[in-house]
């Protein structure tokens, strides 16, 4: 599910995702997800129990980085 500008869920949506919700949209795993945010890949807030939590914002600019790597990637083979 990509959440965008245009999406339907965007305006409803809420700015905070929490690993689950952030996996679902970029469509892959939660452990993926926590990766990342280990790596420093996926900027994330932790709360003080240490749960993530995700800003919509870096998730949609994590997608759209991603897109345009799959798209260059494409045209390279």
Sequence with gaps: ME???SSPHS????K????GEAS????MSPDRVR???RCGVLPAIRTE????LFERATIEQFQRTRAGKTRWRARQK
């Design 3 to 5: 959440l965008s500008p």
């Design 24 to 27: 679902r949209a970029l469509g």
């Design 11 to 14: 305006d409803s949506s809420p």
């Design 49 to 52: 129990t240490g749960v993530r």
């Design 16 to 19: 905070i995702l929490t690993t």
């Design 35 to 37: 990766q990342l945010e």
